[in-house]
């Protein structure tokens, strides 16, 4: 990987928070209590990796950029309706992105992890806490989606 790819998997990486924090921003409208208040921390955790990768690309020298503008950027990328209703279908797909976006990061470290370059170690160090998060995220929503 060169530092153009590098900052490409960046900003694949900041378009899906986009996407995820979209998933959750709507927390105030569900009825579950659980769901309402886990959905509002995840909200800020979206945030927090936005904050994240952004910082990352800026202290690389570059601009952050979506790379899908508008639109049902998770949808398309994934393949997967983001218009569900119901909790129980709320749950599928958010698990399945969860699940996706661990996977994502996992790869993504494994190839900076790769690479004799200090730059990508310390990269992959900071986005490792990203791919745990999302792997607690798709844990919470597995469960939750088993109790329902």
Do not use: C
Not at 26 to 48: A, I, P, V
Not at 86 to 99: H, P
Request: hydrophobic residues 35%.
């Amino acid at each position: 990987m060169d530092d153009k790819q590098l900052i490409t998997e960046l900003n694949k990486i900041l378009t899906l928070e986009h996407g995820h924090l979209g998933m959750y921003e709507n927390y105030g409208t569900y009825q579950d209590k659980d769901m309402r208040r886990t959905f509002r921390r995840f909200t800020e955790l979206e945030m927090e990796h936005i904050n994240k990768i952004q910082s990352i690309i800026r202290n690389l020298g570059e601009k952050p950029s979506l790379i899908v503008e508008g639109g049902d950027i998770l949808g398309k990328l994934f393949g997967v309706s983001m218009h569900v209703t119901g909790d129980r279908e709320v749950l599928k797909v958010y698990n399945f992105i969860e699940q996706k976006s661990h996977q994502g990061y996992s790869d993504f470290i494994s190839k900076l992890e790769r690479e004799d370059n200090k730059m990508y170690q310390f990269v992959a160090e900071i986005t490792a806490a990203n791919k745990l998060e999302a792997y607690l995220q798709h844990l919470w929503l597995k469960d939750k989606l088993d109790k329902i």
